[in-house]
């Protein structure tokens, strides 16, 4: 069961692997961004981008996603969430919990009207991440 919902990620993303197998999922970063929650609820506007230049692993054999930043960010999968895929984006959603044991959902966001353009979003209840990536399989 875990092989086939791996192989169905694999699909979803559109990375046209020519065989399917169980190896993690790699991506570079370029840059990221962030924004957090104003006292009223509302957010900021996003950060400008910076260079960020870091692996992005996704293993769904062990459930799980690693972000070799500076320091080490480590995010167990609780839950694969329903796929989204329509002529605008493909959306593959996570229920996480990091490192330090903080409940987040992570978004693998394939805009397909922006060339395929991809991106890693880290959603907390006070604070978001958006990661520019591209795939390095």
Avoid: H
């Avoid at 960010?73 to 694969?80: A, P, V």
């Avoid at 992570?106 to 006070?126: A, D, G, S, V």
């Amino acid at each position: 069961m875990r092989k086939l919902r791996f192989l169905f990620l694999l699909i979803a993303l559109n990375f046209g692997f020519q065989k399917a197998s169980s190896q993690p999922i790699r991506f570079k970063s370029s840059s990221v961004s962030f924004t957090d929650k104003k006292s009223d609820g509302s957010w900021n506007e996003w950060s400008d981008f910076v260079n960020a230049n870091v692996l992005i692993t996704l293993d769904a054999k062990k459930d799980l996603i690693v972000i070799n930043s500076a320091e080490v960010q480590s995010f167990k999968i609780l839950s694969y969430g329903e796929i989204e895929d329509n002529e605008e984006v493909n959306i593959v959603p996570f229920e996480c919990m990091d490192n330090k044991f903080s409940k987040c959902n992570i978004f693998i966001i394939t805009k397909k009207k922006e060339n395929n353009r991809m991106q890693i979003y880290i959603n907390y209840n006070e604070v978001k991440f958006v990661y520019n990536i591209y795939n390095v399989n």
